[in-house]
């Protein structure tokens, strides 16, 4: 069984700044089914990212995923004020905990 | 526009019964597999079950296999939760969601309690 860990549980970043966020795999995945999700206070999860680095429809360029094997990211360039949510990787099916962007 | 509406939530308890429901548009429905995920109240994400386009193919986590059962309706586009033998574990908002591994878009959810 793959095990997804996210790190970390909690960035506190300002509004401008470059969020880092990290996916480990307990095994080497195939990128093709890793995939980040973003989540706000009550609503449901959005997709962002596909096949480890390809964005959604209408997803703005500020998001990018990278990675490959146990190692995947997704990378926020420059945090708008409605990018403050939990975010979601996924190999298949297969969740992270999660990582929460706050405000700082 | 696609677009997935879950219904049949609520209140029940332990050792009942519920069968939800997620309604589709937008899409050709009988083309997609699709998938339930739930969360638990503030917690992450947990992958639920599968169904195959044709309905033909399920699988289901191991915490509801034997209790829980996936279906669908081509002729009316829509996916169906059979819950049975409910515990309060299994208090979470349900969504449904299109597609077997990369989930895309997904339904705005339906609360279950299960609780005495």
């Known amino acids: 069984e793959i095990v997804l860990t996210q790190s970390p549980g909690t960035l506190s970043l300002s509004p401008g700044e470059r969020a880092t966020l990290s996916c480990r795999a307990s095994q080497s995945v195939s990128s093709t089914y890793v995939a980040w999700h973003q989540q706000k206070p009550g609503q449901a999860p959005r997709l962002l990212i596909y096949g480890a680095s390809s964005r959604a429809t209408g997803i703005p360029d500020r998001f990018s995923g990278s990675g490959s094997g146990t190692d995947f990211t997704l990378t926020i360039t420059r945090l708008e004020p409605e990018d403050f949510a939990v975010y979601y990787c996924q190999q298949s099916w297969t969740f992270g905990q999660g990582t929460k962007v706050e405000i700082k | 526009e696609v677009q997935l509406v879950e219904s049949g939530g609520g209140l029940v308890q332990p050792g009942g019964s519920l069968r939800l429901s997620c309604a589709a548009s937008g899409f050709i429905f009988s083309t997609y597999g699709m998938t339930w995920v739930r969360q638990a109240p503030g917690k992450g994400l947990e992958w639920v079950s599968y169904?195959?386009?044709?309905?033909?193919?399920?699988y289901h986590a191991d915490s509801v296999k034997g209790r829980f059962i996936t279906s669908r309706d081509n002729a009316n586009n829509s996916v169906f939760l059979q819950m049975n033998s409910l515990r309060e574990e299994d208090t979470a908002v349900y969504y449904c969601?299109?597609?077997?591994?990369?989930?895309?878009?997904w339904g705005q959810g339906t609360l279950v309690t299960v609780s005495s």
């Open positions: 969601t299109r597609g077997p591994r990369v989930f895309d878009p």
């Open positions: 169904i195959s386009s044709s309905g033909s193919t399920t």
